[in-house]
């Protein structure tokens, strides 16, 4: 080859491979730096070497996750501490994988980057670990403080009122929901640390409505008070005069339901010394001679409502343990009472 060509050839040659000398003084001398453009979860460690990396990410990745997280309910706050919630991860690891991850593309894309000034637009979620333990206490403090069982209606049946308990509306925290926001804002070093309790209400099964129409009817006697009184969709309709059970043959006390209607019923007799010659005999319905008169609604064990002849004994202890209406008042009261419909004595 002539001289006039080697000489030049061998200039671009040593121009080559001192520049590949370059690049690879300049390459590695650039071995434990982060590349421009590199961030661990929030924190841009572009550019700086791997001490200083490590530095930067305890400092703003570390030290915000160690604040406590505060969770306001209903007036109080519960807390849990980074020391709780044993936060923790491997600083020196993520920073060498930053490292690793800004180099990749060979010798030649690193050294254009870093003369020209290229970023890599690269993102490294860290591995933060935590306490599950930590996060399951917590969601169960909060819990027994907020869960409240839904109320349902219910009854009470008095001798002079039926009594409502209205329903109400119970609450539950979303635990999983909850639970899933706790271990989010652990690891986020950009949050306020503070956490929301999802909380969802919980409807009673039977509500004040729902208990009305279960009870379309009820009947309450005051023995007391010598009253029978007519509920429906348990609000008082109207009240009766009533004579009931003497002493020895009281009228039995209970919640019973109507067990059986007639009208004109024949009356059989009971074999008791008080019934006399009449014991054991049935008086055909509809005549004189028939205590009950026009209506009869059977509670228990042969006590009932009736009507009587005796006006006089209204208001006072005088049956044989029915209760006593006057006529006109159980015919009244005969359509508006279904058979089933509770009677309350009391």
């Known amino acids: 080859m002539p001289r006039k060509i080697i000489f030049p ?7 080559l491979a001192l520049c590949l000398l370059a690049m690879l003084v300049y390459d590695g ?8 453009g590199v961030k661990i979860a929030n924190v841009d460690v572009g550019g700086l070497d791997a001490e200083q990396a490590r530095q930067r990410v305890s400092a703003q990745l570390l030290k915000p996750l160690a604040k406590p997280l505060t969770i306001p309910v209903r007036g109080r706050e519960f807390h ?19 490292i690793e991850q800004g180099r990749e593309g060979g010798i030649f894309a690193r050294t254009w980057r870093g003369i020209t000034g290229g970023e890599r637009n690269i993102t490294i979620k860290p591995k933060i670990e935590y306490s599950a333990a930590a996060v399951d206490r917590l969601v169960a403090r ?5 869960n409240r069982p839904a109320v ?22 979303v635990a999983k929901r909850f639970r899933a926001n706790v271990q989010a804002e652990l690891v986020s070093p950009i949050g306020d640390r503070t ?4 909380v969802r209400r919980v409807k009673p099964k039977i509500t004040s409505d729902k208990l009305a129409d279960r009870y379309p009817v009820v009947v309450t006697i005051n023995r007391g008070a010598f009253s029978l009184t007519l509920y429906k969709r348990l609000k008082q309709v109207r009240s009766y005069p009533i004579a009931v059970g003497q002493a020895g043959l009281e009228t ?11 009208i004109n019923p024949a009356w059989t007799v009971p074999n008791s010394s008080w019934a006399g010659s009449l014991a054991g005999q049935v008086i055909p319905g509809g005549t004189p001679q028939n205590p009950l008169k026009s209506r009869w609604l059977g509670v228990y064990d042969g006590v009932g409502v009736h009507g009587t002849a005796d006006r006089g004994s209204i208001g006072t202890n005088a049956s044989h343990g029915c209760i006593r209406m006057l006529v006109e008042d159980v015919e009244a009261l005969y359509d ?7 009677i309350y004595i009391g």
């Open 9 to 15: 050839v061998a200039a671009v040659g040593l121009v």
């Open 29 to 36: 001398g650039r071995s434990d730096t982060v590349a421009q």
């Open 80 to 98: 849990l501490s980074g020391r709780e919630a044993r936060i923790r991860t491997d600083v020196g690891a993520i920073v060498d994988d930053a």
């Open 142 to 146: 909060v819990q027994r403080e907020l």
């Open 152 to 173: 349902d209606a219910k009854v009470k049946f008095e001798p002079a009122n039926v009594a409502i308990r209205s329903s109400k509306m119970g609450r539950r925290v």
């Open 195 to 198: 956490v929301k309790v999802p």
């Open 252 to 262: 039995p006390a209970g919640l019973y339901s109507i067990a059986n209607k007639a």
């Open 336 to 342: 508006d009472v279904p058979v089933g419909a509770p």
